[in-house]
């Protein structure tokens, strides 16, 4: 009862973090020029398409919106972002929108069958949400300065609540193993990063060249995310863990406390800095994250790790 409860308040805040109207500062649009022929297949993530010449294969995106205004020959597809069909534009296949809607205009040709018309409740957050994932700017007009900093700090902290209300021994693990190896930690776990951020362009490219590349896409970029929570959660045990004996906590305050006071600064940076404030939050998290590869996930006791001695007889 007491986890249900837990992961409804952080859905709530999740969706508070998204406002109904926004709009993002995103990347410059993919335009296949008048007059150009494209032959194959156009996929971006969130990254508008304008299709002015043709294009002889499918257009698809996960959150970019699709304006079509001269020939597709293929299907239309964008999961969270609007399809238009101006007038006088012509796709031969079919055209689907689940979350954004299609607009189709006067005297535009659909050869194929239109499915998501009316956008879904909702839409608006699922785009803000994969915007803010991808890196755009998102402008809040209802929220006052610093408040996405600190919704996402409080979100932050609940996630780490949950971690250590799942895997308590485990998340005081890596907190250990950070305290007795931090250079190690350190280094494993900047080293992990860099790999990680060096194939993730390949892997989106990849991706995003098919239909069901660019469903598993979002769901990807957050299992991404999940060792970098645990790891933000072993700092936070590991903080904990230095304070007096008298001021011990059970594992969930404590995982809350401690990463609330690695986060906080972070906040106050990210008012001024929010590029910087999210490459120190990365940095911070590939730490524990180192930590909680030279542990194993916490189950091994690295500060008793020692190469044992050997014996010579005589």
Known sequence: MRRSWLLAVILWLAMLAMPARAFAQGPAALVIAAGEQYRGHVATFDQPIVIL????????SWAGSITVQGIVRGDVVSYTGTITLAPGAIVEGNVLSIAGGVEIGSRAGLHGTAIGIEPLAGSAVATALIGTLSGQTIVRRWLPPGTTGVLGALISAMLCVAIALIWPRRTAGIGRALRAAPVRSA??????????????????????????GLFLLLPLIILLHVPYAIG??????????SWPPGWALKPPLAAALGALIVLAPLVVIGMVAPALALALGYAVASWGLGAALISRGGALPIWRDEWPAVKHSG
């Open 187 to 212: 280094v494993v776990g900047l080293l992990s990063t860099i790999l990680a951020l060096s194939a993730l362009p390949l892997v989106v490219g990849v991706l995003t060249l098919s239909l069901a």
């Open 232 to 241: 933000l959660t072993g700092i936070a045990r590991a903080i904990a863990a």
């Open 53 to 60: 010449g043709e294009v002889d294969g499918d257009v698809t």
